[in-house]
Structures are given as structure tokens and as C-alpha cells.
């Protein structure tokens, strides 16, 4: 497949997920190789606490409330089911 909307949507979603962990976007640190996406969607289900997300190098430096909307526009992108 050649590069699309769809496509531009999907990296785009990854890229803010990336900014936000600080993780690559297919994560090979665990037994097996995780998607971002993944992570950051077991973690909120697991907590439901965004801050668990965030890259450990921003501190408390961020607003909540902000990150929320970030990540849930990057898991917007990344669906499988963007039309």
C-alpha cells in the first residue's frame, strides 16, 4: 500500500503517542515487541491515570487535563477504524 490520508492520520497518532511515553513507537524492551498504542491502553485501563503514561522526564510538568486530549486524539489516529 502506498502513503494515504489514512496513512499520514495513523503516523500522526504514533508520533504524539511517542512524544508523550518517550517510548519508540514498537517497544522491544518487554519478552515481547509492544505497539505503543498497546502500552498506553493497557496502562489507562489498568489506572485510568494519564500521568502513567507520561514520560518520566516532563516530572509533574504537565497539565492533566491537556495530556488527556492529546492522547486520546493520538488513539483517535491510530484506530483501525479511521474512515
Given at each position: 500500500k502506498g502513503?494515504n490520508?489514512?496513512?499520514?492520520?495513523?503516523?500522526?497518532g504514533?508520533?504524539?503517542l511517542e512524544?508523550?511515553?518517550?517510548?519508540?513507537?514498537?517497544?522491544?524492551?518487554?519478552t515481547?515487541?509492544?505497539h505503543?498504542s498497546?502500552?498506553?491502553?493497557?496502562?489507562l485501563k489498568s489506572?485510568?491515570d494519564?500521568?502513567?503514561?507520561?514520560?518520566?522526564?516532563m516530572?509533574k510538568?504537565?497539565?492533566p487535563?491537556?495530556v488527556?486530549k492529546?492522547?486520546e486524539?493520538?488513539?483517535?489516529s491510530?484506530s483501525?477504524?479511521?474512515?
Amino acid at each position: 500500500k502506498g502513503l494515504n490520508e489514512k496513512s499520514d492520520i495513523y503516523s500522526f497518532g504514533v508520533v504524539l503517542l511517542e512524544m508523550i511515553t518517550g517510548k519508540t513507537a514498537m517497544d522491544e524492551s518487554h519478552t515481547k515487541r509492544v505497539h505503543v498504542s498497546d502500552w498506553v491502553i493497557s496502562s489507562l485501563k489498568s489506572t485510568n491515570d494519564v500521568s502513567n503514561v507520561v514520560d518520566s522526564k516532563m516530572a509533574k510538568d504537565f497539565d492533566p487535563n491537556s495530556v488527556w486530549k492529546i492522547v486520546e486524539l493520538a488513539l483517535a489516529s491510530v484506530s483501525l477504524n479511521v474512515s
